[in-house]
T-cell receptor, first 113, second 113 residues
Framework: NAGVTQTPKFQVLKTGQSMTLQCAQD?????MSWYRQDPGMGLRLIHY???????DQGEVPNGYNVSRSTTEDFPLRLLSAAPSQTSVYFC????????????FGPGTRLTVT | AQKVTQAQTEISVVEKEDVTLDCVYE???????LFWYKQPPSGELVFLIR??????QNEISGRYSWNFQKSTSSFNFTITASQVVDSAVYFC??????????FGGGTRVLVKP
């Protein structure tokens, strides 16, 4: 199993540009989520999905869209990038029960200039 | 809403010393789940341990041990006989029903040889 994969690893955007961060998992996990990690801080939940076709907002959803058309993929879209979105983005997945640990991808480091 | 507090921002120890990391999880939920994750300098997030709110037994796994006390909302984590490879940022996280994980701000552990 590849686990949770994320692409790209690094990205630089200009203010106003849009892009999609890709996330895929091959563990047949129902639950997937996106977090952002800002310097010196813990991770904050952006959006999450409890299964294909179902998404919901986390703590910091503004400026981001998600969709879950398949169990495997959970892309995160930045609609109009802003410098405040400069961060490291982590995708995670878990089987679906609260007791299950989340498996994290390697992260995408995004810089918005 | 949930709140995870890691009061220690950085701990520095000499190899073979024990390290105890403090975490306080505040929630109104009676059922919840607690986790510790490690983030080494390479940046990935690694699951370490988990605990549910029903079980207050202390546990030991290798060099790791943890102490959960529901009455004080504390979920402390100890590394026994620390090693240089333990140098990392450690995150405490909590999750009520619903798979919405909330992270603390992290504690940076530096183990000097």
């Amino acid at each position: 199993n590849a686990g949770v994969t994320q692409t790209p690893k690094f990205q630089v955007l200009k203010t106003g540009q849009s892009m999609t961060l890709q996330c895929a998992q091959d563990m047949n996990h129902e639950y997937m989520s996106w977090y952002r990690q800002d310097p010196g801080m813990g991770l904050r939940l952006i959006h999450y999905s409890v299964g294909a076709g179902i998404t919901d907002q986390g703590e910091v959803p503004n400026g981001y869209n998600v969709s879950r058309s398949t169990t495997e993929d959970f892309p995160l879209r930045l609609l109009s990038a802003a410098p405040s979105q400069t961060s490291v983005y982590f995708c995670a997945s878990s089987l679906g029960q609260e007791i299950d640990e989340q498996y994290f991808g390697p992260g995408t480091r995004l810089t918005v200039t | 809403a949930q709140k995870v507090t890691q009061a220690q921002t950085e701990i520095s120890v000499v190899e073979k010393e024990d390290v105890t990391l403090d975490c306080v999880y505040e929630t109104r939920d009676t059922t919840y789940y607690l986790f510790w994750y490690k983030q080494p300098p390479s940046g990935e997030l690694v699951f370490l341990i988990r605990r549910n709110s029903f079980d207050e037994q202390n546990e030991i796994s290798g060099r790791y041990s943890w102490n959960f006390q529901k009455s004080t909302s504390s979920f402390n984590f100890t590394i026994t006989a620390s090693q240089v490879v333990d140098s990392a940022v450690y995150f405490c996280a909590g999750e009520p029903a619903g798979n919405k994980l909330t992270f603390g701000g992290g504690t940076r552990v530096l183990v000097k040889p």
